[in-house]
């Protein structure tokens, strides 16, 4: 459920109410009973759960295949010169 934002146009009042998004909105203010209007709000953050939200997800099938080449430690078409990966020159090896 929203937080919506409201502004009285009468006493300046301004003040948060959490209602449903099917609820109508208010149209009294709460300390002098005027006319109120709603806010636009920045809306709350957005929370990604689960698979797909990645770009490592979406990867094109010919990254798919060398990943997996490399995870198998098949090379394609070079031999490593790292002991401790496929690379044939390693920045963490200083090979």
């Known amino acids: 459920m929203p937080t919506y934002e409201y502004e009285c146009t009468e006493c300046g009042y301004r003040f948060e109410k959490f209602q449903k998004m099917t609820d109508k909105p208010l149209s009294k ?15 709350g953050g957005v929370i990604f759960k689960g698979p797909g939200f990645y770009t490592t997800e979406y990867r094109s099938e010919d990254y798919k295949k060398r990943e997996r080449e490399e995870k198998q430690g098949v090379s394609a078409g070079s031999s490593s010169s790292c002991s401790s990966c496929s690379a044939t020159s390693c920045s963490t090896c200083k090979k």
């Open 29 to 43: 203010c709460p300390q002098c009973k005027g006319k109120v209007r709603r806010l636009i709000g920045l809306g």
